[in-house]
Nanobody, 122 residues
């Protein structure tokens, strides 16, 4: 069982930056691939980024967002730069027991956090 708690969301102007954090419980954090997803109002939840040893990004955030992890702190981060109004969403972190490349479907992840709101004003 893994419990995930996100933090770091907020209101920022377009072009600004935010860093999201996701703290995980459990002693096997390093065994999981971790992902970030987001859900905008009226839209389906979509993949943003994933990390195990390597990283993988959605095209919409590539070059602007960076996912990283600190296994000693059981934490995964999402550094978001160059934010746009279309990045406004609730951001969720998720843990995947399967170690594989390009796993971007919501159903492939086993544990989820409660989400943190990111709002980008124009």
């Amino acid at each position: 069982q893994v419990q995930l708690v996100e933090s770091g969301g907020g209101l920022v102007q377009a072009g600004g930056s935010l860093r999201l954090s996701c703290a995980a419980s459990g002693r096997t954090f390093s065994n999981y691939a971790m992902g970030w997803f987001r859900q905008a109002p009226g839209k389906e939840r979509e993949f943003v980024a994933r990390i195990r040893s390597g990283t993988y990004y959605a095209d919409s955030v590539k070059g602007r967002f960076t996912i990283s992890r600190d296994n000693a702190k059981n934490t995964v981060y999402l550094q978001m730069n160059g934010l746009k109004p279309e990045d406004t969403a609730v951001y969720y972190c998720a843990a995947d027991r399967v170690i594989g490349f390009g796993r971007v479907k919501e159903s492939q992840y086993d544990y989820w956090g409660q989400g943190t709101q990111v709002t980008v004003s124009s």
